[in-house]
């Protein structure tokens, strides 16, 4: 087979992640960034002979097979359009553009093509969720009634080398705040997980104290078409991390902790007990709503969980290769996910509690 040659837009952290990556999975590597420093150091690391300063100049003289855009987030459909232009495949880093009209757009230009263009949401790759996918499926525990996902961390943790204002995370004119740079994972999981968005409210919010100008917090609850409500939480201020998800059924739930690696599950047909039980149960540890209501023993069954690291990141360019490879404009991880995403991020319902 012939070696790809593949094109980094945006030579910034997950810019050199997936160009080492590329690189690792036997790909030639070109490098485009407006930081010359920056895509020097990266060059050395991937033997990349060609770089380039703009990508305009880029679309004109490389002959990539395929670009991988990594730049800020409003820096995505722009370059976006020129490739698909020329032709070449596309790996986009989230989320797709920082509005509707863009990303619509590109879509409509990527129709009748033989562009390959796939999002990435690197979530699913991950050993974690890719298990939990797995339990959901394998699970008896009957109608999934609701699930609720919280997370955080906090910002100026995030690339403790640099400035957090500097971010574009932290910055309204780069696509920044935590709507956009974190719900764009949760709300393609939340698809893939629980079906299409049907309905959703929501609000994000400006409570701490850093000095950014964009939302630090996040509150929604939406409707799947499977009948699921999901909640979400999502903020830049949480001095430690956190990641956990419920996901409540008709005989119990399952709860996972990122954090602590685990699954923990409860099943009320293993631990719900009448009154007059009690005394032939040898746990003794039990608890109860009403004085004469039924016992509940909460004890959770556990299960591990386990991390992905890069592995997940090398997963997805493998993947994106074997795309390109066999031509397929239409998957799971097309441009349609990535404007699912958007149309949640920019949906009408959410309100913003900024001022």
Request: include cysteine.
């Amino acid at each position: 087979m012939r070696t790809l040659k593949i094109l980094v837009v945006g030579c910034g952290s997950i810019g050199r992640r997936h160009a080492k990556n590329a690189y690792s999975l036997g790909a030639e590597i070109s490098l485009c960034d407006s930081n010359e420093d920056r895509m020097s150091s990266l060059a050395k690391d991937v033997n990349a002979k060609v770089c380039f300063s703009s990508y305009e100049e880029a679309a004109l003289i490389s002959d990539a097979d395929a670009v991988v855009i990594s730049t800020p987030s409003n820096l995505h459909a722009l370059p976006a359009k020129i490739f698909i232009e020329k032709h070449k495949h596309i790996f986009m880093e989230k989320p797709l553009c920082i509005d509707l009209e863009s990303a619509y757009e590109l879509k409509s230009q990527l129709n009748n093509t033989h562009v390959v263009f796939m999002m990435a949401h690197t979530y699913r790759f991950r050993d974690e969720w890719i298990k939990i996918k797995r339990l959901i499926g394998k699970l008896d525990m009957g109608k999934i009634n609701s699930a609720e996902s919280i997370g955080g961390w906090y910002l100026p943790d995030w690339h403790i080398h640099e400035n957090y204002r500097h971010e574009y995370a932290a910055q309204r004119i780069m696509g920044g705040g935590v709507l956009t740079t974190s719900l764009s994972h949760i709300f393609d999981l939340v698809i893939w997980l629980f079906g299409d968005i049907e309905k959703m409210t929501g609000s994000k919010m400006r409570l701490g104290d850093l000095d950014i100008d964009v939302d630090d917090t996040f509150v929604c609850t939406m409707k799947t078409d499977r009948g699921i409500s999901v909640t979400v939480i999502e903020d830049f201020l949480s001095r430690s991390p956190r990641r956990t998800l419920r996901i409540n059924t008709e005989y119990g739930y399952m709860k996972v902790d990122f954090n602590k690696q685990n699954i923990k599950i409860w099943d009320s047909r293993d631990k719900r007990f009448l009154p007059n039980t009690a005394n032939e149960l040898s746990n003794g540890s039990f608890f109860k709503v009403l004085e004469d209501g039924i016992l509940y023993d909460l004890k959770e069954d556990k299960t591990k969980l386990g991390y992905s690291g890069n592995d997940a990141y090398v997963k997805e360019m493998e993947h994106f290769f074997n795309l390109v490879s066999n031509q397929d404009v239409r998957h799971d991880l097309d441009i349609d996910s990535g404007v699912k995403v958007l149309e949640c991020i920019y949906s009408s319902e959410i309100k913003d509690w900024q001022s």
